[in-house]
């Protein structure tokens, strides 16, 4: 079987990874992959765009094209494969661009939880037109101050703030200045959900669910969850708070009623549906809707699955995940990543990664990698996932953070508190 990865991340190698224990033979793709997803599959290099993607399906007769981010999918990847006489039966592992809207817009989800009663935080959103409106919003309500861009903005687009001053400064820089772009048209303002949070991933093929394993993840960049967020720092499954009252809570009021909702709305939806959620006082709210998997959560939450990864990307495509039985190895797995200075802002590349031939105790993800003249390259923001396994979280990031001594490259940063709150 000839499948098509997109996206050239921690999670896509994940995935490429999961993908080559598979007991039926497959030929995996990539599109300008980064240097560990290169040495594993036949790299395609092109501008990414739908109608080059076209070409490369037909050209190298993919069977199945699996979406690692969002933007594809916002923009109607799904929609545009399934509409095209030329490639619609190549399966496709993600949501419709109605489906996508759940991440594609933060009032669409919002909208959505409300009618179908599943818990959130109390919001209302703003547009340019109406910011004044929205800085008398801020003044009836009592700090912490939460806004988020309606629009995606890589898992950067939320802004807390204590004081109402910055809050007022804040929302005038993302409707006015659009601080976040396009994405920050429009801005939700929520209130502040006091918790614990964590990550819920669900497998839907239109009719039928499966849930993954918890995971929890640190999105700031500083030690304390200080500072800007970010795409993410490191993740940890399974979640230690989670126990059969919570998982019961999580299902009945939120995940049966997202499916349920999406199967009225008439949402064409065969992909994962990441739910972010916190645990307030032992009851679980949802931050926000993803519509695939997490980065980094799935680099902690994939390999803990024993089951043939295609087989469950067929099940999908085949509405029959209500015959899956998932297998969960029981250990603890940790990710810590490893950053460029500077980042979430601005960072410098090209810097080259010495010590990757020396990890044996631990599993590296690349993520923003890049390989030239047979030499690893930094090339992202955040640059290598360290993932590692044990009877306990703390073993395991003892061994992560271990792995991580062993590898250097200029501007080399972590956080050195993964589990911090655990």
Do not use: W
Not at 79 to 84: A, E, L, T
């Amino acid at each position: 079987m000839n499948i098509l990865i997109i996206g050239s991340g921690a999670r896509e190698h994940v995935f490429f990874h999961k993908l080559l224990e598979s007991k039926t033979n497959v030929s995996l793709f990539s599109i300008n992959p980064n240097a560990a997803i290169s040495s594993i599959s036949k790299a395609l290099h092109f501008d990414f765009n739908f109608q080059n993607l076209k070409q490369a399906i037909i050209d190298n007769s993919i069977n199945l094209v699996l979406v690692g981010p969002e933007i594809p999918l916002i923009e109607g990847v799904y929609d545009f494969i399934k509409s095209n006489n030329e490639i619609c039966n190549t399966i496709v592992i993600g949501p419709s661009k109605n489906g996508a809207m759940l991440e594609g817009s933060k009032d669409f989800a919002k909208e959505f939880m409300s009618k179908y009663n599943i818990p959130t935080a109390q919001s209302k959103s703003f547009t340019k037109e109406s910011l004044s409106e929205g800085i008398n919003y801020l003044k009836n309500k009592k700090g912490p101050y939460v806004l988020k861009a309606d629009g995606p903005a890589a898992g950067k687009g939320v802004v807390i703030v204590d004081k109402l001053d910055d809050a007022k400064i804040v929302l005038e820089d993302m409707l006015v200045n659009n601080s976040f772009g396009k994405s920050s048209e429009t801005v939700v303002i929520e209130e502040f959900l006091s918790g614990i949070e964590m990550s819920c991933f669900v497998l839907f093929d239109g009719k039928n669910y499966l849930t993954l394993p918890y995971a929890k993840d640190y999105k700031r960049i500083g030690e304390g969850d200080v500072g800007l967020n970010t795409g993410g720092m490191g993740s940890i499954s399974p979640v230690s708070f989670m126990d059969e009252e919570m998982y019961n809570k999580i299902d009945e009021r939120i995940i049966k009623p997202t499916v349920a909702g999406l199967i009225n709305e008439g949402i064409e939806y065969k992909g994962f549906i990441f739910i972010g959620l916190i645990n307030v006082n032992g009851n679980p709210y949802v931050i926000e809707y993803n519509v695939r998997m997490g980065d980094p959560e799935t680099q902690v939450v994939l390999p803990r699955i024993k089951n043939d990864f295609l087989q469950i990307l067929l099940a999908i495509e085949n509405q029959n995940l209500d015959q899956v039985e998932l297998e969960i190895d029981p250990k603890h797995y940790t990710n810590v990543v490893l950053a460029s200075k500077g980042y979430p802002e601005s960072y410098n590349k090209g810097f080259i990664i010495t010590g990757l031939e020396k990890i044996n105790r631990s599993i590296i993800f690349h993520a923003g990698t890049l390989l030239k003249d047979n030499t690893v390259l930094t090339n992202g923001g955040r640059v290598i996932s360290m993932v590692s396994s044990a009877d306990n979280f703390r073993k395991a990031l003892k061994k992560s953070y271990e792995s991580i001594d062993l590898i250097d490259f200029e501007g080399k940063t972590c956080r050195k508190d993964i589990g911090f709150d655990l």
